[in-house]
């Protein structure tokens, strides 16, 4: 991961390191940190809150530059663990008692179609009995791509080969198989056309009654997938999608890259949802179960 990180961490985090590490944090410096965390693509809600927070801890106590940088990341740690209210284990961990769905969405090229191969590589590798349901029936080569990613993994893709399929139905089709297989893990590739937010709604609206129906017990996520590079872009993306689906949790992708990883921070902010995994590269073996103590070590130290 710290490899991964390697460029976002240079690019801006470690800023804030080389502020806060020399001397006593003055109120230049406070205002240093806030440009880099701007700059971090942290956001203006974000770095408010950053800010007002580390403010607040400078008045109580002393502030010997390791400390400085400590209260720093315990804020940044707090912030990323606020909407599960609980500490972030870096496991990955669906219960085995129920089966587990999981519709995954992200706009074209944020990296949907790699995230599902690599969960499903993930499941297959932690032991859980894995399915993927290819509804992403609107782009022409997504259940091709899909099925790639499913060879790699050796986990099945169900698919509906006809034309114009309705992917509601594909989501009835996987379900079934997987209620027949004892499948633990279902990930439902589904579409992420934002350029009609109805028809994205009522697709996905479409997929939750067929579910509710068909595995009224089935714990459901629904994780956004979201290129880290499009910084505060990618947060507007997040704003519609979480309008049009009720999103639990989010997957950041390549942070391998150009990416300031400050967009973390604003998603959680802004959106309240949690980050659930983040990718740092195009290998089946580049993503990890997102640990806010591990990101923020690998941003800050
Ligand atoms: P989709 O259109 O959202 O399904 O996106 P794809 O999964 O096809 O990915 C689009 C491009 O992003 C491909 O070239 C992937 O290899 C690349 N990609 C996906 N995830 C990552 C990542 O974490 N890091 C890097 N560097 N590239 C990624």
Same mark, same amino acid.
């Given at each position: 991961? #710290? ?5 976002? #961490? ?6 804030? =390191? ?20 701007? /700059?971090?693509?942290?956001? %203006? ?10 403010? =607040? ?31 972030? +284990? ?15 969405? &992200? ?16 499941? /297959?590798?932690?032991?859980? +009995? ?15 791509? @899909? ?6 993994? &050796? ?14 139905? %594909? @989501? ?16 439902? *590739? ?17 997929? #939750?009654?067929?579910?509710?129906? =068909?595995?009224? +017990?089935? +714990? ?6 979201? *290129? ?7 947060? #507007? ?12 949790? @989010? ?17 959680? /902010? /802004? ?11 195009? &290998? ?11 990101? @923020? ?5």
């Amino acid at each position: 991961l #710290r490899q991964g990180l390697d460029k976002t #961490r240079r690019n801006i985090l470690n800023q804030l =390191k080389a502020i806060v590490g020399q001397g006593p944090l003055n109120q230049a410096a406070v205002a240093e940190i806030e440009a880099a965390l701007l /700059q971090a693509d942290v956001g %203006v809600e974000a770095t408010d809150y950053i800010i007002s927070e580390l403010q =607040k801890k400078l008045r109580a106590e002393v502030t010997a530059p390791e400390e400085a940088i400590a209260f720093l990341k315990e804020i940044l740690r707090d912030m990323l663990d606020q909407p599960l209210k609980e500490s972030h +284990k870096s496991s990955f961990a669906p219960d085995k008692e129920t089966l587990n769905i999981w519709l995954i969405t &992200g706009v074209n090229g944020a990296g949907k179609t790699t995230t599902i191969g690599k969960i499903s590589h993930l499941a /297959q590798k932690s032991g859980y +009995k894995c399915l993927i349901g290819a509804a992403d029936t609107f782009r022409a080569a997504a259940v091709e791509q @899909v099925k790639v990613w499913g060879t790699r993994s &050796g986990v099945e893709v169900i698919s509906n080969p006809g034309k114009n399929t309705d992917p509601a139905a %594909v @989501v009835f089709d996987a379900i079934a198989a997987a209620q027949a297989r004892e499948t633990e893990l279902l990930l439902v *590739d589904t579409a992420g056309r934002l350029q009609n937010k109805k028809n994205l709604m009522d697709e996905l609206s479409k997929i #939750r009654r067929i579910i509710d129906k =068909k595995a009224p +017990k089935a +714990k459901i996520e629904s994780l956004l997938v979201l *290129d880290a590079t499009l910084g505060q872009n990618g947060l #507007r993306q997040a704003e519609v999608f979480s309008q049009a689906a009720q999103l639990s949790g @989010v997957v950041l992708t390549k942070l391998d890259g150009t990416a300031k990883g400050g967009v973390a921070l604003a998603v959680v /902010q /802004q959106l309240g949802l949690p980050i659930r995994f983040i990718g740092a590269g195009e &290998g089946i073996e580049d993503l990890r179960p997102f640990s806010s103590y591990e990101f @923020v070590e690998a941003l800050l130290s």
